[in-house]
């Protein structure tokens, strides 16, 4: 019966080669493998080799996945993937596929299903804008690290192209919610609007897209396809830095959706202003609108995240673990999400309740925990204790020796000990702009180069740290 089964699979294997191109084929279908079919269920289990081969065969190819599985394997056949999480300890995931359409005779090679890249015009309600539905303003608890951009977010959602927030740029280091945030302005506007094409893209897969449209003599389907747009939402948009043609390609979309009153959204680790290997002409396009940064929770903020998913997932973890848990997470979502499920896994496998002891233990698992984060304030003390100066002197307009160098340090120290972008270290250090923080670092790496003294009074600021 197995090898049946089988033989039906590579039957859905031809008929799926004659409809993407042979690349395509190879990059996407070729490394699937086929597992089970259960006639209860009319379910085929295959396995593919990575999360993010089953977003793509999702989000491109269920349509065309589910004709053949209809052809092959009969009506209302579902499709699940086995997903390798983790090769080297052969971890894996079972997820359910999109339900199978109703079946329609494959196309000719010559009509074949269209590559990503050559995305025709279809009518809003036939576009998927690609969003996390689960990722809405409901679910995204505000505070005081969020509330500006949040504000901002639902005014958008809410009246997409029509307010001065265009283009919205947000910014923040991972974790902080940014891909949260831009999900739910896309989904609360399509509620709102339902007949607005509304697209949700990471950049990675936009540069993907592009490239796959050079190769196929498809570019200008691919621009004209993103020109047809209302509210674009293009994720990470950092990846794209030393890309030059895939920025040019973005440059004329933006001026056309923009000169023509369409929404533009835009997440990135980074201010404009540190988005190394982009052109002036495109930075200065991504200031035009408003730029909000989004910070990392604090304490309070993670609490109440974690309390809104117990709330939600009908959890029960203690007042105290909820402490500790937002404590230790470095103000991070994704760890205080992967912390809970790490929980949930180990109470159940272990018949166990959720106490202290199994979150210090999986804690330790899930999360790189720093006990002395350290912060612009303990550089600026360490730095001026040890030149003997004042921080009021540093932060004057004062370009007396002593007080440059101080300056300087403190710069270089704070770019190498937090995530801080440099306009953001620039603020805090006498509301320098991000040009002056690049000087001082790289004047600081010059001289640790040639002058011996130096580098012993950087190291004996270094190690004051380590007492802290």
Not at 63 to 87: A, M, P, W
Not at 415 to 433: C, E, F, H, V, W
Not at 453 to 458: A, Q, R
Request: charged content about 25%; glycine content about 4%; overall charge neutral.
């Amino acid at each position: 019966m197995q090898n049946r089964h089988e033989a039906l699979w590579d039957d859905c294997l031809s008929l799926i080669r004659n409809n993407v191109t042979e690349q395509q084929f190879k990059t996407w279908f070729a490394p699937i493998v086929f597992e089970s079919f259960s006639e209860d269920s009319r379910t085929v289990l295959v396995q593919v080799p990575s999360p993010y081969v089953y977003e793509y065969l999702e989000q491109y190819y269920v349509g065309l996945l589910s004709k053949v599985l209809t052809r092959c394997f009969g009506e209302h056949t579902k499709l699940t993937y086995r997903i390798v999480t983790d090769k080297a300890h052969k971890l894996t995931q079972v997820v359910e596929g999109d339900p199978a359409g109703t079946i329609e005779a494959p196309q000719p090679t010559t009509r074949g299903n269209k590559a990503p890249t050559t995305l025709d015009a279809v009518a809003p309600q036939d576009l998927n804008p690609q969003l996390d539905i689960h990722k809405t303003f409901n679910s995204f608890i505000e505070g005081d690290s969020n509330k500006l951009p949040r504000t901002v977010g639902l005014s958008i959602a809410e009246h997409p192209g029509k307010t001065t927030f265009n283009p919205f740029f947000v910014f923040g280091p991972s974790g902080c919610g940014k891909t949260h945030l831009i999900n739910a302005i896309g989904v609360r506007c399509k509620e709102m609007y339902p007949h607005k094409r509304v697209l949700y893209v990471s950049a990675r897969l936009f540069q993907v897209q592009f490239t796959d449209a050079v190769r196929q003599n498809t570019t200008n389907d691919f621009i004209n396809f993103y020109q047809t747009i209302d509210v674009l939402i293009v994720d990470d948009i950092q990846e794209w830095a030393n890309s030059p043609k895939t920025l040019d390609t973005f440059f004329h979309i933006f001026n056309h959706l923009f000169r023509n009153g369409k929404q533009i959204i835009l997440a990135s680790d980074r201010p404009p202003v540190d988005l190394q290997g982009m052109k002036d002409r495109l930075l200065t396009r991504f200031s035009c609108g408003l730029i909000a940064e989004l910070e990392k929770p604090n304490v309070q903020l993670c609490i109440d995240i974690l309390n809104a998913k117990c709330r939600r997932d009908g959890l029960k973890i203690p007042a105290d673990v909820i402490q500790f848990i937002a404590e230790t997470a470095n103000g991070s979502v994704r760890d205080l999400e992967g912390v809970v499920n790490s929980l949930m896994a180990y109470s159940i496998v272990y018949n166990s309740g959720i106490d202290m002891r199994l979150a210090e233990r999986v804690i330790k698992r899930a999360v790189k925990v720093d006990n002395h984060p350290l912060t612009i304030d303990d550089i600026l003390e360490k730095v001026c204790g040890h030149y003997n100066v004042s921080q009021q002197q540093v932060f004057s307009r004062s370009r007396k020796r002593d007080y440059v160098v101080v300056r300087q340090v403190s710069m270089y120290l704070a770019q190498k000990y937090t995530k801080m972008p440099a306009s953001r270290i620039g603020q805090l250090i006498g509301n320098r702009d991000h040009s002056t923080v690049i000087h001082s670092c790289a004047t600081v790496e010059q001289r640790l180069k040639c002058d011996k003294s130096f580098v012993e009074e950087l190291n004996s600021i270094e190690n004051s740290f380590k007492l802290k």
